[in-house]
């Protein structure tokens, strides 16, 4: 049998992180090839908390940043304007999207890691002028504001 840290979710095994007991042949034909595990030792047991250090650390600084961003927010009273070009019955040409919102928050405040996935929300398409409801969601935070799309002309 011989002990190794998980460095991958794996069924049956455990969560990445994890300490766990194979035996040899699963261990050297199977689990360390694929990258599945790496051997529990000193150096590799250290650079795992390092890791996981420097994870909170950004984790930290991320939601530093999320707190600033919605306490800028806060100040414009939940409402950012943007001016786009549209036709006469209000039809952007193109469309308002998730890059184009996180452009816009990362003006008002560095937020990069809003990039991730399913953090910004919206229900509907933004194609016309009008006012959207703009949800974010990370760190267990879930705050909103409107965005108020105008004609630039």
Not at 11 to 19: E, I, P, R, T, V
Not at 62 to 72: F, W
Not at 85 to 94: A, D, H, Q
């Amino acid at each position: 049998m011989i002990n190794l840290i998980l460095v991958k979710n794996f069924n049956n095994l455990g969560k990445k992180g994890d300490f766990i007991k194979v035996k040899n042949g699963y261990a050297f034909n199977y689990l360390i090839p694929y990258k599945i595990c790496i051997l529990k030792d000193d150096k590799n047991i250290n650079k795992i908390f390092l890791e996981e250090d420097k994870k909170k650390e950004i984790n930290n600084k991320n939601l530093i940043s999320l707190n600033n961003l919605i306490n800028k927010i806060k100040l414009l009273k939940y409402s950012i304007n943007i001016n786009v070009k549209s036709n006469k019955n209000g039809k952007l040409f193109g469309s308002i999207n998730k890059k184009n919102i996180f452009i816009l928050l990362n003006n008002i405040e560095n937020v990069n890691f809003l990039k991730e996935k399913n953090i910004i929300i919206y229900n509907n398409k933004i194609q016309k002028i009008g006012n959207y409801k703009i949800f974010i969601k990370k760190f267990n935070i879930k705050f909103s504001f409107n965005l108020n799309i105008l004609n630039k002309n």
